[in-house]
């Protein structure tokens, strides 16, 4: 790698600073930004004694798209768009929290049918999401087929957000005080037939793979992290839910309609790859059962509500908490009484989780570290932002 | 014709020629057909259909592969050892034609009968982790590097118990050659030497999916964790003789498996080549099947496994086929 010299402005600055450690025989290796395990964009330097590594840091800053800045150039509505991109995995519960802080910060009251869609649509993108990372993180494992089973179950899903929300991936379904569109009429009863299939497909998942021995031996003690560490990277989600602490913005600050809805939150005490693995999995029947409560709920009226045209919210700010598939999104806006925003801040859960990983990955070998990173289950455009 | 050529046709360097050529287009043919196999195979366990466009169900698909991996360009990373580089793919692919010239087919095809036909292909087989090694450290690059390391630290560990199994079997039917112990066992699976000693045949196959660098023990390959391993910066052909020899050693270990405890060709009322290409394609069906359902173990895991459990088993195998021919013989 050639070192950065700052006369031409050549070579590899991330390079250049990670300086190789006092003693001889060791391998600084790039990993990433392409690299099949690392998601997209991500970048890890690694400093490696055989394939044992003794320090690992993350360069972020590849996909680095000035959301926050995009917001200043924008009205409240204009931005709507860029929420499903922050995160493109789940989608749903970034549009809620944009939509949520600019409807605290203007006092504007969400009709209880829009908060029920809501909810459901934001479940299923998050079974969507959990689906693709248990595909995704088997195949960094080195399982090539369940990513396709995976696909198979979300494709249904897919099907059933595409006609409510006209797309498949980068949603931006939520308006401010409400909802785009009315869910199609067959709308519940699509929602309760995935969530029959996916739960007819779990226990074949939980048999074939979840209790294999290879992957067993892959995910458990891999990544030991207590409730101390976790906190005090500020790790949140299903990170978190894996080292034993049932922290759940979804319980702990309920937002829209989610304390009318009777649901469990799993928690493992392992703090292992396994325990966040198990804990995702439980996850996708918590997502079903509360969908299924939501469309057997769901109230007959508007889905807006009475918004004009542009949204000038008055001058001060308002913070709206979420909890997404990766952990607690968090959105500040911040008004000074016109038409775009002064300023907004996204906190992304991946940020925090990701910085655990330095720590986790700490003399575990190569292939361990694929393991760790996989099961922090990291989106690199919404670290990046 | 020249009485004189037919003379000819009778040398042993003839039959070596003629035996060679063959093999190459017996190398070809099937890695086409493997290709299409495993790809298929793989389609249908993952609820897709596979190649489907190209000819019919996609039988030409690995024809146009071939023919684009031809056509692409050769490209030798800046800073690689451009010999070594070179040389790797072809020292992978030459053992492996070898290694074919023992096997034998059917009674009457047999390429070259050598009584000490088991030793050649061990021999040249243990040479195809050589290319390994050129490959990941003539490559200049630091994932081929490491999936060189650990291609070397695998085949060394599993060709312990690969040995000791089949010297068990070997010790069974007194011979080191191919032809003779198929010759010893019958057309019926009880007198299989998979049968009668299915531990050896167990230890066999696992050190097999191993030594072929085939999922769940593709190491030095681990595409998830060394991109690519010791083949990550080959490209058109270099990388396709890589593959070709893959699936090469895929096809002798089947074979050799085949005809040490499958009984090789012999089998009820059909020719002798039939049943052993059945059995060989059954064997390579279930390295497929392998792959393409578990996740891979880790390195650590790996040696373990060969170390720990294999090793110990195949010598406690080994000890029992001694004292059962002492007593027996």
Request: glycine share 8%; aromatic share 12%; charged share 20%.
């Amino acid at each position: 790698m050639q070192a950065f010299d700052p006369k031409t402005l050549r070579g590899d600055l991330s390079a250049a600073r990670f300086e190789p450690g006092p003693t001889e025989d060791k391998l600084i290796l790039s990993m990433g930004p392409q690299h099949p395990s690392t998601h997209g964009v991500l970048r890890i330097m690694l400093e490696l004694d055989g394939e044992y590594i003794l320090r690992a840091e993350p360069i972020l800053g590849y996909i680095h798209r000035m959301h926050e800045w995009m917001a200043e150039q924008k009205t409240y509505m204009q931005f709507m768009p860029n929420m499903g991109r922050v995160d493109y995995l789940h989608a749903m519960a970034w549009n809620w929290a944009y939509a949520g802080a600019v409807e605290r910060l203007s006092g504007i009251e969400v009709p209880q049918r829009a908060e029920y869609i809501r909810a459901a649509v934001t479940e299923l993108n998050r079974i969507s999401s959990h689906l693709l990372w248990w595909g995704a993180y088997l195949l960094d494992l080195g399982a090539f087929t369940p990513i396709m089973y995976a696909f198979d179950d979300r494709e249904m899903l897919l099907d059933i957000l595409q006609d409510v929300t006209g797309s498949r991936l980068t949603y931006s379904y939520f308006t401010i005080g409400g909802v785009y569109g009315d869910v199609p009429d067959n709308f519940a009863s699509r929602c309760l037939a995935f969530t029959r299939q996916l739960r007819s497909r779990l226990p074949m998942y939980r048999d074939l793979v979840t209790d294999n021995v290879i992957l067993r031996g892959r995910c458990e003690g891999i990544g030991e992290m207590d409730v101390e560490l976790a906190r005090r990277y500020g790790a949140t989600g299903p990170v978190i839910r894996g080292s034993g602490a049932p922290v759940d913005t979804r319980r702990a600050e309920p937002y829209g309609v989610y304390n009318r809805f009777d649901f469990r939150i799993p928690a493992y005490p392992q703090g292992d790859a396994m325990a966040r693995y198990m804990v995702r999995m439980d996850e996708l029947e918590t997502s079903c059962d509360i969908i299924e409560q939501a469309v057997a709920n769901l109230p007959d009226g508007p889905i807006t509500a009475k918004v004009p045209k542009t949204v000038k919210p008055p001058k001060g700010e308002a913070c709206f908490a979420v909890e997404g598939a990766r952990g607690k999104i968090i959105v500040y806006v911040r008004s000074d009484g016109g038409p775009k925003p002064y300023r907004v801040k996204l906190r992304a859960p991946g940020f925090s989780n990701l910085s655990v990983f330095c720590e986790l990955s700490r003399g575990t070998l190569l292939a361990d570290a694929v393991s760790i990173l996989g099961s922090l289950d990291l989106v690199i455009p919404e670290i990046d932002r | 014709m020249n009485p004189e050529v037919l003379l000819h046709l009778d040398h042993p360097l003839t039959r070596l020629v003629l035996g060679l050529v063959c093999i190459f287009a017996f190398i070809g043919l099937n890695g086409l057909v493997l290709v299409w196999v495993e790809r298929k195979v793989a389609g249908h366990v993952q609820l897709r259909p596979g190649p489907l466009h190209v000819g019919p169900h996609g039988l030409l698909q690995p024809l146009v592969d071939a023919v684009k991996l031809i056509g692409k360009q050769l490209v030798a990373p800046a800073g690689s050892d451009k010999i070594l580089y070179w040389a790797a793919p072809l020292l992978a692919f030459a053992p492996a034609t070898v290694c074919f010239l023992p096997l034998p087919f059917d009674p009457n095809l047999a390429p070259m009968r050598l009584n000490l036909g088991l030793v050649l292909i061990l021999a040249f087989s243990g040479l195809g982790v050589l290319s390994l090694i050129l490959a990941g450290w003539g490559s200049n690059n630091k994932w081929g590097l490491l999936g060189a390391a650990r291609a070397v630290a695998q085949s060394v560990a599993y060709e312990v118990p690969l040995l000791l199994s089949v010297m068990a079997v070997a010790l069974t039917a007194g011979s080191l050659d191919l032809y003779e112990i198929t010759a010893k066992q019958g057309a019926w699976p009880w007198q299989w030497y998979g049968v009668k000693n299915p531990l050896a045949f167990f230890i066999f196959l696992v050190c097999a999916v191993a030594e072929t660098n085939r999922a769940p023990f593709d190491l030095p390959e681990a595409e998830s964790e060394l991109t690519a391993g010791f083949h990550t910066e080959y490209s058109g052909m270099g990388f396709g003789l890589f593959f070709l020899a893959e699936y090469a050693n895929m096809i002798i270990v089947s074979g050799v498996a085949a005809a040490l405890f499958l009984g090789g060709w012999q089998g009820p009322f059909l020719p002798g080549i039939f049943w052993f290409l059945v059995k060989v394609y059954c064997l390579l069906c279930f390295i497929i099947w392998l792959r393409w359902t578990y996740p891979r173990v880790r390195f650590d895991q790996l040696l373990n496994l060969s170390w720990k459990w294999l090793t110990p088993l195949a010598l406690l195998d080994f000890a029992l086929v001694v004292i059962v021919a002492g007593f027996g013989g």
